[in-house]
């Protein structure tokens, strides 16, 4: 089992759709523009990332997290506690 399932992820995969969440799948395979559409479309509002992956919403054009409410990054060092993700990550303008 990889570290990612191990993780805080597999309890937010049970707990978001018992907060009325709809999930979907982000594939890190896929370009920067199909990620933005996606996330953009879909008018996410939470995210779950995992800490290597992160790399990829930094590279997303400006905008595309603006309603984004909340990333939530799981893997090494993950806080049990998430704070909004403004506070603890520097985006590009």
């Known amino acids: 089992m990889s570290a990612f399932l191990k993780s805080i992820y597999v309890k937010y995969r049970q707990a978001l759709p018992c907060a009325g969440a709809i999930l979907h799948t982000l ?3 896929l370009s920067v523009g199909e ?4 996330i953009s479309h879909a008018q996410d509002r ?3 990332v995992d800490v290597k ?3 990829h919403l930094l590279d997303l ?3 595309v997290l603006e309603k ?3 990333i939530i990054i799981c893997g090494e060092n ?3 506690q998430p704070r909004g993700w403004r ?3 520097s985006l590009p303008s």
């Open 53 to 55: 992956l992160l790399s």
């Open 46 to 48: 939470v995210l779950v």
């Open 78 to 80: 993950e806080c049990s």
């Open 87 to 89: 506070d603890s990550i």
């Open 27 to 29: 594939n890190a395979r």
């Open 68 to 70: 984004v409410e909340l």
């Open 35 to 38: 990620l933005a559409y996606i």
């Open 61 to 63: 054009p400006g905008g």
